[in-house]
T-cell receptor
Framework: ETGVTQSPTHLIKTRGQQVTLRCSSQ?????VSWYQQALGQGPQFIFQ???????GRGNFPPRFSGLQFPNYSSELNVNALELDDSALYLC????????????FGPGTRLTVT | DQQVKQNSPSLSVQEGRISILNCDYT??????FLWYKKYPAEGPTFLIS?????DKNEDGRFTVFLNKSAKHLSLHIVPSQPGDSAVYFC???????????FGTGTSLTVIP
């Protein structure tokens, strides 16, 4: 049981607005990755944070940004929302064992209208 | 550019039989591969992985096979159980990188 939580569960926003999604866990994980999963697609890597610094980014524009806090919780911020941003957003944390086995939260379903 | 592909969107199997899920990749630099299972309203759950130095890894009812020359991996579930019904994603990465590349998923239905 990794206890990875994400909030909110669901969210509806209007095009052009800004949104902040959150991720946390019961225990400390120094690496967090964020993914976007569009309907019918696999998760797509947005970026990763390691010890509060961005440690890699996928093919997403700068209006997708993130933060990782000293308590290892994390935020994903998306500015100037577009209709195509509607998706399930997943955070994934690593355990102390190995980086390669990421443990996912349940996701936040974002709908942009 | 989809570097990891799962060409079968869905698969139905009778309980007790073998389920075989397939995955192909295009990037020869990938050297670590994973399978995840996803139930509705939950995040993906890690299932099993394999390094490129191996061609097989087994964990209980789950076995992953890797054919590097064909850039193909498969997940075998024997025997299949109704609780295995879920969407299965394969993922790949490079040890030197930090990005996972996921396939589009295969929805497995195990019929009682």
């Amino acid at each position: 049981e990794t206890g990875v939580t994400q909030s909110p569960t669901h969210l509806i926003k209007t095009r052009g607005q800004q949104v902040t999604l959150r991720c946390s866990s019961q225990s400390g994980h120094n690496t967090v990755s964020w993914y976007q999963q569009a309907l019918g697609q696999g998760p797509q890597f947005i970026f990763q944070y390691y010890r509060e610094e961005e440690n890699g980014r996928g093919n997403f524009p700068p209006r997708f940004s993130g933060l990782q806090f000293p308590n290892y919780s994390s935020e994903l911020n998306v500015n100037a929302l577009e209709l195509d941003d509607s998706a399930l957003y997943l955070c994934a944390l690593t355990t102390g064992g190995g980086f390669y086995e990421q443990y996912f939260g349940p996701g936040t379903r974002l709908t942009v209208t | 550019d989809q570097q990891v592909k799962q060409n079968s969107p869905s698969l139905s199997v009778q309980e007790g039989r073998i389920s075989i899920l397939n995955c192909d990749y295009t990037n020869s630099m990938f050297d670590y591969f994973l399978w995840y299972k996803k139930y509705p309203a939950e995040g993906p759950t890690f299932l099993i992985s394999i390094s490129s130095i191996k061609d097989k890894n087994e964990d209980g009812r789950f076995t992953v096979f890797l054919n590097k020359s064909a850039k193909h991996l498969s997940l075998h579930i024997v025997p299949s159980q109704p609780g295995d019904s879920a969407v299965y994603f394969c993922a790949a990465m490079k040890y030197t990188g930090n990005q996972f590349y996921f396939g589009t998923g295969t929805s497995l239905t195990v019929i009682p």
